[in-house]
Structures are given as structure tokens and as C-alpha cells.
């Protein structure tokens, strides 16, 4: 599961933070082998902006499912401070811990900027992105010039994470597990996969590619109910594109909303890439998905306005394809 935390309208951070406990508990039960929570910043409907600290809360709720982040924006980081805090999470939960990264700032510029300590100018200085994740890698190592506790010999599982061709190239080259982001750029999914595919150089961690994508997937007792489900975040992500973020709207917005030609045709483009349906459908979904991409492991997404439509959505799905322990979710 990749969890962005939403924040419903009429609720609260605190709310949406309760619900992923939950939700990640549950997901335990279910037999789901990772949980992972993005970076985002200046977002009103994304309560996610400190994966190291929310990563620490869900581990400790939780005794078996692995937990990460999906991803940790490495440019917004010290790679001194990143080793440092995912050292110790994986001091506290051995071999629970991933650590993905990602190169992109995850908000705004001017946001970014602020994270960085920089001038908004400055953030199209040169990409210094690989060698922040050579300088990441030695701390855990502990081979470089400042010792970095407790990250030496207590490293997490390393994986890059990407919307394009230029992180699939590095992730291929450092011999790293690679995550692509399919949920917002499936367009790119298939050319970034061969390309990291091209260009894996086997490595200590990795004698072959390992690759992994995350998809948007609603699944509801009907099709009708499961694209009801799905309109919220669509109507979300319209206004996100529109420059105006919002927190998850209700469907009383949803239905109070000026849908024009282009709207529709924007949301309409954007589900077309998502799996939405009912059991069987979405089944069928997963697994054209998974053949025709070739991964080795699937991550999904739900952002749904109420929390117990999420929970549900996932239950269900987690019965369509079989994943072992879900069927307590009759």
C-alpha cells in the first residue's frame, strides 16, 4: 500500500493520521508486505510532510509488515540527516524498514526552496542527485568521512523511485530496486521500466532488476459504487492541476461542482489509467496490469473521503487477487 494520508474536507490531519493507523493494522491482518507513505508539502489534503516520523508511529503499531517511505524527496535532505533518522528506524524494527527516494521537491518552489535553505533560483542549479545517494549510501556503509549513528550496519532496503527516464537510468545503473510511479505518469511507465531494465548493472544488493509500480485502484461491491468512490480524488487532483490544492472534497462538492467539457475530459483521461470496478473487474485489472508491465511486485493507492470506504476498498481488493490472509475480509 502506498498511503498519502489524505485529509477529508470537514476533517482534520489528526483524523486522516488516525485513520492510516488503522489502515496499516488492517493491512498487517490482510497479509500486504509493505506500507508506504509519501513526502508532500504545503498540500491541505495530504498529511504525509514527515515520512521518518510517521514511518516511526506505524512501525511500532504494527509487528510484521514492512514500512517505508514512498518516498523520502532526497534534495529537501542532508544525506547525513536521512541516514541518521531511517538508521535508527531500522535499529528500532530490524529488516522492517525501506527507504525510498525520490529526486523530485514534492510541493511547490518557493516550498522547496524554504526546505533547502535556498533561493527559488537556485533549485534549477545542477542535478547533484546521484552523488546524494552515493554520499547516503557510505554513511550506511560506513566508510565515509563522518560516522553516522546508528546508520552504520543498521541500513534500511534502498529503493529509488520515479515518474521518468532519468531515476529508472540511475536506479538501473546503481543496481538499486526501482519504483515507478504509475498512478500520475502512466505514460511513462513502460519506457522508464526498459529503460531501467537497459541500464541494471548488477550490484551488492541486486544481481537483476527488481522493479515495482504504484496504481490508483478503487474496488467497491458494484462499478457504480466503486467510480462513485473514485470522483473525490479525481475532483482533487483537477484542482492540483489548476494550481488551487485542496483537502479531499465531499461528494457534496463533487455534485455541486461546474463540470465543463474540459473537466470531465481531464478526469475522464486521468481514471482511464486507474483500476475502478467492482471485484471481478478489478482482478482483471491487476492482472493485465502486472503481465503486460512485468513487475515484480505492485503497489497501490486509494484516496477515498471517507476513511471506511478506503478500509473497504481495500479488503476487497485484497480478496479479488488473492493476497494470503485476506479472507477476513468477508
Not at 482534520?12 to 490482510?30: F, I, W
Not at 541494471?200 to 474496488?219: D, G, T
Not at 461491491?221 to 492540483?240: I, K, M, N, V, Y
Request: with cysteine.
Amino acid at each position: 500500500m502506498l498511503d498519502l494520508v489524505p485529509v477529508s474536507d470537514g476533517s482534520s490531519a489528526t483524523d486522516a493520521l488516525a485513520h492510516s493507523t488503522r489502515l496499516v493494522q488492517r493491512a498487517e491482518e490482510l497479509g500486504f508486505t509493505r506500507y508506504w507513505v509519501a513526502e508532500h508539502h504545503a498540500m491541505p489534503g495530504i498529511a504525509s510532510s514527515s515520512p521518518p516520523v510517521l514511518i516511526a508511529h506505524l512501525a511500532g503499531a504494527t509487528e510484521r509488515i514492512r514500512v517505508g517511505s514512498g518516498g523520502v524527496m532526497l534534495p529537501n535532505h542532508r544525506p547525513l540527516v536521512v541516514a541518521e533518522q531511517f538508521g535508527t528506524l531500522e535499529a528500532l524494527h530490524p529488516d522492517r524498514i525501506d527507504l525510498g527516494l525520490g529526486r523530485a521537491p514534492g510541493t511547490d518552489p518557493a516550498t522547496a526552496a524554504a526546505l533547502r535553505g535556498i533561493d527559488a533560483a537556485q533549485l534549477n542549479a545542477p542535478d547533484d542527485f546521484p552523488d546524494q545517494l552515493v554520499e547516503l549510501a557510505s554513511y550506511f556503509r560506513g566508510d565515509a568521512d563522518v560516522l553516522a549513528v546508528p546508520a552504520k550496519g543498521n541500513a534500511p532496503s534502498l529503493w529509488l523511485l520515479g515518474s521518468s527516464g532519468y531515476s529508472a537510468k540511475v536506479a538501473g545503473m546503481l543496481g538499486l530496486p526501482f519504483a515507478f510511479a504509475h498512478h500520475f505518469s502512466a505514460r511513462n511507465t513502460m519506457p522508464a521500466l526498459e529503460l531501467y531494465r537497459e541500464h541494471f548493472r548488477p550490484s551488492a544488493m541486486l544481481s537483476e532488476p527488481y522493479s515495482m509500480i504504484a496504481a490508483s485502484v478503487f474496488c467497491a461491491p458494484t462499478g457504480d459504487a466503486a467510480r462513485e468512490l473514485a470522483l473525490p480524488s479525481a475532483l482533487q487532483f483537477l484542482h492540483l492541476r489548476l494550481g488551487d490544492p485542496r483537502e479531499l472534497p465531499g461528494p457534496e462538492e463533487v455534485a455541486a461542482f461546474e463540470w465543463t467539457d474540459a473537466a470531465r475530459a481531464f478526469v475522464e483521461q486521468r481514471q482511464a489509467d486507474q483500476i475502478i470496478g467492482d471485484p471481478a473487474t478489478v482482478r482483471a485489472g491487476v492482472e493485465e496490469l502486472v503481465s503486460r508491465t512485468g513487475v515484480d511486485e505492485l503497489m497501490v493507492t486509494t484516496a477515498t473521503y471517507r476513511g471506511e470506504d478506503r478500509l473497504r476498498s481495500y479488503e476487497l481488493l485484497a480478496d479479488a487477487v488473492g493476497v494470503p490472509g485476506a479472507t477476513t475480509a468477508a
